[in-house]
T-cell receptor
Framework: GENVEQHPSTLSVQEGDSAVIKCTYS??????FPWYKQELGKGPQLIIDIRSNVGEKKDQRIAVTLNKTAKHFSLHITETQPEDSAVYFCAARGGADGLTFGKGTHLIIQP | ETGVTQTPRHLVMGMTNKKSLKCEQHLGHNAMYWYKQSAKKPLELMFVYSLEERVENNSVPSRFSPECPNSSHLFLHLHTLQPEDSALYLC?????????????FGQGTRLTVV
């Protein structure tokens, strides 16, 4: 089955700087890669996703890049703000069913 | 608000108790999922339902019993749980079981087994 690795487990950046979280996957058949943000006491919230027919997607301060050859994808957050502090999860769909998730990255925005 | 509602938000139960978790979605989705979220571990897929039919069961112990009476509701029946079953249980739904359909999560039920 699919296996997703996510790094780093904790990331601390200064407010206003950029943050990058990276994930790799194992199943070359996977073609859907969402990113979720989870705040304390809440369920994961979908923030951006990418499908295998594109290499990059942007939504305001958030962007995701995908390299299918290398089987890795990354989340980029620019001009970070205090409200960006949360746990971020990458995921991949390796079949027609549920998502396989990475272990999560705790993003800390330092004022 | 994602359109996926879970109740209760918190649950404490003894190892001999029987309880049920409820999930409801008003998004018109056809697929629903149960995930388990434990500390220091990735979200683990437990069950998948598509059009009220269970299509995946990831080697989950029989003390967890799902039920999907219709496409808007999903239950997880719990009995004789163990302390290691304490976790956040998340429900999600998606338009279908297709490869690239988005999944939306509820707020979760924080379960503590004592």
């Amino acid at each position: 089955g699919e296996n997703v690795e996510q790094h780093p487990s904790t990331l601390s950046v200064q407010e206003g700087d950029s943050a990058v979280i990276k994930c790799t996957y194992s199943d070359s058949a996977s073609n859907y890669f969402p990113w979720y943000k989870q705040e304390l006491g809440k369920g994961p919230q979908l923030i951006i996703d990418i499908r295998s027919n594109v290499g990059e997607k942007k939504d305001q301060r958030i962007a995701v890049t995908l390299n299918k050859t290398a089987k890795h994808f990354s989340l980029h957050i620019t001009e970070t703000q205090p409200e960006d502090s949360a746990v971020y999860f990458c995921a991949a769909r390796g079949g027609a069913d549920g998502l396989t998730f990475g272990k999560g990255t705790h993003l800390i925005i330092q004022p | 608000e994602t359109g996926v509602t879970q109740t209760p938000r918190h649950l404490v139960m003894g190892m001999t108790n029987k309880k049920s978790l409820k999930c409801e979605q008003h998004l018109g989705h056809n697929a629903m999922y149960w995930y388990k979220q434990s500390a220091k571990k990735p979200l683990e897929l437990m069950f998948v339902y598509s059009l009220e039919e269970r299509v995946e069961n990831n080697s989950v112990p029989s003390r967890f019993s799902p039920e999907c009476p219709n496409s808007s509701h999903l239950f997880l029946h719990l009995h004789t749980l163990q302390p290691e079953d304490s976790a956040l249980y998340l429900c999600a739904s998606s338009p279908g079981r297709g490869w690239n359909t988005e999944a939306f999560f509820g707020q979760g039920t924080r379960l503590t087994v004592v």
